[in-house]
């Protein structure tokens, strides 16, 4: 556990137990950005994915006064040009009673410090376009947008044909 020097702010690695907590933070940003309707998790997936044998993500969970103040949830990642470790945030949220409070910065501050205690010597994400606000908060602590690079992504039966499922599912 870390608990930082701004009021009582704690930031501790999330346990299975947080599955519930971790979904309503995954909700909260479906909400900030219109978009509810995407998402298909459950607190079920985040137990069965995030805990046990081999986690396929951690969570750094943010609390104010004993308040769930934000959560930053990222993985592994390797990269073969540099030949070293890293990870990939894939959620970044901030509670709206908490935004300005400097929950974010430390988030991101303890997960690097996880990634780098592991090894890893890098950070990547990736920002809704029309984030202004997160894109100019991420920049101003060095992550910087990488125009070179664009992200592809395949969803669903489209993902299933490419893995070379059939119709009958073989």
């Known amino acids: 556990m870390v ?13 299975a137990s947080d599955a519930e907590t971790i979904l309503a933070g995954i909700r909260m940003i479906g909400d900030h950005l219109g978009t509810p309707h995407k998402i298909s998790a459950t607190a079920e997936d985040f137990r069965r994915y995030g805990f046990g044998p081999s986690p396929a993500f951690e969570v750094l969970i943010a609390e104010m006064d004993g308040t769930f103040a934000g959560l930053c949830l990222y993985f592994a990642s390797f990269s073969t040009w540099r030949g070293k470790p890293g990870a990939y945030i894939q959620d970044l949220v901030v509670d709206t009673a908490f935004r300005g409070t400097g929950v974010a910065e430390a988030l991101l ?14 950070l990547r994400l990736s920002v809704d376009a029309e984030n202004l606000t997160a894109r100019r908060f991420y920049e101003r602590l060095g992550l910087l947008h990488q125009p070179e690079e664009h992200i592809h992504a395949i969803y669903g039966d489209a993902f299933d044909a490419l893995a070379g499922l059939d119709e009958s599912g073989v």
Do not use: F, P, S
Request: charged share 30%; aromatic share 4%.
């Open 109 to 122: 501050r303890q997960t690097a410090r996880h990634v780098r205690d592991k090894g890893g010597v890098y």
């Open 3 to 15: 608990t930082a020097n701004r009021n009582a702010l704690l930031i501790r690695k999330a346990t």
